[in-house]
């Protein structure tokens, strides 16, 4: 009785205070709730076992003119493309068929725009999501059945080996404890006792990265000198002040009168000039990457930074901001460190965190022909050799992360997904091209001759900005 009236009491005690601060934040106009906490609550990603990858191979590829020829042989006319009604759906001409090549004229759209075509010259039917997928089979890297698909997700389907004498079957059916039997039997789906694979559909080809574009922004046309610029620059990226901080130092020690919502537009646009050129650098590289993921807050929103990074020459590579945790972020965040390397390295890896994602995204590079190992470092302790031997790295981009924190920390967050983008993609420039790091030798990621003479930072920041300028206007003339 008295635990249930106490609980009772407790609850409406919290409904009357979030009314006094609702009501106090309408009175003084400024919020009276605590602000976000820098770390959210108890986020753990999903626990997913991941099976080894499926045997895949390569299905038969046939050479539509080859097939119209041969129509035209043995029917004496030839193979008409597809004769399409005026209200039928479209199809678009850049498609083609994925296992012979015949033109978009000749492929049906099967279902009413939903995306699946069917060749009429090879018969193959694809859907336009994993056109770039359809190129092989599964099969169980056990027993060498080919899988089957058993559901179907947004961005992947399951595939399940269904062999009742499947090897890895019947070794998880011996290992179950009596309760577990007695579970399954009552439960078939509570366990996981058969082989799964899951296949993504994304709309994505690997290594594909289109040329570099021009921003739509005129650096020129700011209201701000290149020097205020390369001031700000070092204290709101640098010194990771506020953005108000900044704007007070500016007036205080500079005499320059600017809002701090200036500052954010400026850099905003300072970030798009940098951001192709940070990309598209010719980094050298070594072949130690590691990956992890931090949060920041956008629009009120947690969402997750992915950042990719050399161990050893400590460049970092890709930092892609998602709302999700998810396989395609991770795949993204991956694909943007494979596009920078000359060529795929043959012992290539990544040392990430325990999140299944990593796995998922190897298994699609894999499929896709790419390959590479994931080793995961597993919690705080060193349970496993993999976790004992790769913690070394993955505490190297703990450090980095530490380094990002303490610059955001002042943020307090994003108004908006370009503000977070822009935020990030300044405190890369800065941490490649402008931050010596000691286990450098006091030297920074990547030394521009350019740079290196500069005595001051803000002269630093401004060269770095001309020298993007520069190179992005060679890019597209
Ligand atoms: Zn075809
Ligand atoms: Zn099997």
């Known amino acids: 009785m008295y635990p249930q009236i ?25 919020s009276m709730f605590d602000k976000p906490k820098e770390a959210p609550v108890n986020q753990p990603y999903r626990k997913l076992q991941i099976d080894d990858l499926p045997i895949i191979e390569k299905l038969e590829r046939l050479d539509y003119q080859l097939l119209l020829a041969e129509h035209l042989q043995s029917k004496g006319k030839p193979l008409k493309p597809v004769q399409r009604r005026a209200n039928s759906t479209p199809v678009p001409s850049t498609l083609c068929c994925p296992k012979c090549g015949a033109p978009s004229a000749y492929l049906y759209a099967n279902n009413g725009g939903k995306g699946q075509y069917q060749c009429k010259v090879c018969a193959c039917v694809f859907n336009k ?39 890895y079957y019947q070794k998880n059916l011996n290992a179950m404890t009596k309760k577990e039997k007695k579970q399954f039997k009552e439960d078939p789906q509570s366990l996981k006792v058969r082989y799964i694979y899951r296949k993504f559909h994304i709309d994505y080809q690997p290594l594909s990265k289109q040329s570099p574009k021009q921003p739509k922004v005129d650096l020129s046309r700011l209201y701000v000198s290149p020097h205020t610029l390369g001031l700000i620059l070092t204290y709101h990226v640098n010194y990771g002040l506020s953005a108000r901080k900044t704007a007070a130092i500016m007036k205080d020690i500079h005499g320059v009168s600017v809002s701090h919502q200036s500052i954010l537009n400026y850099e905003n646009s300072v970030a798009l000039w940098l951001k192709p050129y940070i990309d598209y650098f010719p980094y050298e590289l070594s072949d130690q990457f590691c990956g992890d993921e931090t949060y920041i807050r956008v629009n009120g929103r947690w969402h997750y930074l992915f950042f990719f990074f050399d161990a050893v020459k400590k460049v970092i590579l890709s930092y892609p901001v998602s709302p999700n945790r998810d396989t395609a972020t991770a795949i993204r965040a991956i694909d943007e460190v494979l596009v920078k390397l000359k060529e795929i390295p043959e012992n290539l890896q990544f040392v990430v965190d325990g999140n299944p994602i990593y796995l998922l995204a190897q298994h699609f590079f894999a499929e896709n022909h790419i390959s590479f190992d994931v080793k995961q470092v597993i919690g705080l302790t060193n349970e496993d050799d993999v976790s004992r031997e790769y913690r070394p790295l993955k505490q190297i981009i703990e450090r980095l992360n530490r380094t990002f924190k303490g610059n955001y920390r002042s943020t307090h967050g ?24 000691s286990s450098l030798e006091g030297k920074v990621p990547v030394t521009l001759p350019e740079l ?4 001051t930072m803000p002269a630093r920041w401004t060269a770095l900005i001309g020298l993007a300028q520069d190179w992005i206007q060679q890019q597209s003339a």
Request: aromatic residues 14%; glycine residues 4%; positive net charge.
């Open 6 to 30: 106490i609980t009772y009491l407790l609850t409406f005690i919290n409904y009357q205070e979030h009314i006094i601060r609702t009501l106090l934040t309408l009175l003084i106009g400024k």
């Open 452 to 455: 290196e003479k500069l005595p």
């Open 414 to 437: 994003f108004g908006s997904e370009q503000g977070s983008v822009s935020f990030v993609t300044l405190f890369v420039a800065y941490f490649n091209f402008l931050r010596p790091h």
């Open 129 to 167: 999501k994993s056109r770039y997928q359809k190129e092989a089979i599964l099969k169980c890297p056990h027993c060498l059945k080919t899988l089957e698909k058993i559901k179907e997700r947004k961005d992947f389907h399951v595939f399940k080996c269904k062999n009742d004498r499947c090897s």
